[in-house]
């Protein structure tokens, strides 16, 4: 077995080099792209709230600016120290509450299986990504975007309370150390923090730009290696096919956020492996709601004036092919056991 995985290592790693050397200019034109995602989309949307999440994993400001988002910690059985992991995912978006989840069980704050509880809902997509990228470019209308973020707000909430239900408590958990009181200290930490941070996000950026790019067009797979680029693929689409391929996007995060996530809970001994099971649950809670609130809410004849094809039919076979491409994205990630790993045992290691 190991044998065969360096094997396939080496092939890939020599057809990346061969690319490189007889692809050149289709490897520069996708770090063209992607720099131009960094410095338009992820950037300016994500690097105040990875400044936040830094800042309040290092202090406890939650039983003061965070005490409704503590109910919500009681529904999803986990500490209240937890609140601001809540608030940050579902305004930052993904990868930030990875982020502050991956801290924050590092620091001792929250246990490891608190931490992976957590992680079952807080990879969501963000209202400014949702307004902006998906509701302004892709429909002209910034109130479809925070419809649609409506929905997945009400899929977090579905999937954090499965979750509480299904997965054991953490018995270790409790808070370990006290959030520190160097203010000033905290807040220039958390901004070397966000920037080291967004290099690693625009890095993945870049390289999935790159693999877009030298893949050609792959019709809706684009979707689920980078977001952005699925999601900008979809404008010569219908309407309801636009709307549903968008949010099956941004609810599967594509391979690109789940390399980030993944580079992000290194050394907390956070899996990512129940995660992407409840993936499946939250992709279709999004997918659902999404489809029926579009459905019954969002009637405006401006809506279809963009589109070359009318709104489908009721009866249209779209929402089965649309639950079929969800299993197939869960399958792809439990297909790719290298973003699921743990690295608790090389801590101990490291520890002993």
């Known amino acids: 077995m190991a044998n065969g995985k360096r094997m396939l290592v080496t092939l ?18 996708g770090v063209e792209v992607g720099l131009t995602l960094c410095l338009q989309s992820v950037i300016p949307s994500l690097f105040l709230f990875m ?43 993904y990868p930030a509450g990875a982020l502050m989840i991956g ?25 400014a990504f949702l307004t902006g990228a998906v509701g302004w470019q892709l429909f002209r ?16 909430l579905l999937t954090g309370l499965l979750a509480s239900r ?27 923090g966000a920037v080291r941070s967004l290099g690693i996000i625009c890095g993945m950026v870049l390289l999935f730009s790159v693999v877009n790019t030298l893949l ?32 099956v996007y941004t609810s599967f995060g594509g391979l690109c956020v789940w390399m980030q996530v993944v580079a992000f809970l290194r050394g907390s001994g956070v899996s990512c492996g129940k995660a992407l099971l409840f993936r499946g649950p939250y992709c ?19 809506v279809f004036s963009s589109f070359a094809e009318p709104l489908p039919a009721q009866g249209s076979p779209t929402l089965t ?15 790719l056991p290298a973003l699921c790993y743990n690295v608790t045992a090389g801590s101990r290691n490291r520890q002993n």
């Open 321 to 335: 092919a649309s639950v079929f491409l969800v299993l197939l994205c869960l399958m792809l990630l439990l297909s």
């Open 166 to 192: 299904i997965l054991p408590a953490d018995g270790g958990d409790g808070r370990k150390r006290a959030g520190r009181s160097d203010y000033g200290d905290c807040l220039v930490e958390a901004v070397a």
């Open 51 to 93: 400044i936040l999440g830094n800042f309040l994993a290092e202090v406890d400001l939650s039983p003061v600016l965070f005490w409704p988002a503590r109910l919500l910690c009681r529904l999803f059985r986990v500490p209240g120290e937890a609140a601001p992991v809540l608030v940050v995912a579902l305004l930052g978006g």
């Open 103 to 127: 801290q924050m069980v590092r620091q001792g704050r929250l246990g490891r299986k608190t931490g992976e509880k957590l992680l079952c809902s807080c990879v969501c997509c963000s209202p």
């Open 216 to 247: 050609g067009d792959i019709g809706p797979a684009a979707g689920l290696l980078e977001v952005t680029v699925g999601c900008a693929g979809l404008r010569d689409s219908s309407f309801l096919q636009a709307v549903t391929l968008s949010v």
């Open 284 to 302: 279709f809670f999004s997918l659902a709601l999404s489809l029926l609130t579009v459905r019954l809410v969002w009637v405006t004849a401006a």
């Open 141 to 156: 209308s910034v109130h479809l975007g925070l419809l649609l973020w409506g929905c997945q707000g009400v899929a977090f």
């Open 12 to 29: 890939g790693t020599a057809a990346a080099g061969w690319l490189l050397l007889t692809r050149a200019d289709a490897v520069e034109k």
